[in-house]
């Protein structure tokens, strides 16, 4: 698959992060604080593809499933998700504390968890695309947060609507080839 395809899936996973971060963003954060939490974001999007990678090895060595359909599962799943989440009402966002922060990297990483259990059909090179990822979602996650307090709530849930939708769209892609 080539960079341009795999920047197009970074940005649809970043798509979750961007969305919350334009919702945290609305709150009086520090710059230290918006840099720390885009830091987070970042770093679980490269560890998480990683392990979701390593746990899929084990997984393809004791079931015989085709890796293409495993991919759109992972990518309908995910997209249906984000589709299905950003429909939810929102509540009202406090400030956030360290802890708060590392579970909210953790919960807008997972997609990336799951997309790493078929990275293997997406490139060879775990490395670049984990790190694509990581850097994609640290930007959008910096983004969303210094846009937070500009943007309404509206063009978050398209953003979330948008990366499920292309997501899914992957998917269809991965199993036609």
């Known amino acids: ?53 390593l746990i899929g090895k084990f997984i393809f060595n004791i079931m015989h499933i085709s890796g293409d359909l495993i991919v759109l599962i992972i990518f309908s799943f995910i997209g249906i998700n984000m589709v299905i989440e950003s429909l939810k009402k929102e509540e009202k966002v406090k400030k956030m504390k360290l802890g708060e922060m590392i579970l909210f990297g953790l919960a807008v990483s997972i997609d990336s968890f799951s997309l790493g259990i078929g990275i293997n059909n997406i490139s060879d090179n775990f490395i670049m695309c984990s790190s694509i990822f990581s850097i994609t979602s640290f930007m959008f996650t910096y983004i969303g947060l210094k846009l937070g307090n500009k943007l309404n709530q509206l063009i978050g849930k398209i953003a979330t609507i948008v990366g499920g939708v292309v997501l899914m769209l992957f998917g269809i892609i991965c199993i036609i080839k």
């Open 1 to 53: 698959m080539n960079i341009i395809l795999i920047f197009i899936i970074a940005v649809s996973l970043s798509m979750d992060a961007f969305s919350l971060s334009l919702a945290y963003g609305t709150i009086s954060m520090s710059k230290k604080e918006i840099r720390l939490l885009s830091i987070i974001v970042g770093i679980y999007h490269f560890f998480m593809p990683i392990l979701g990678m």
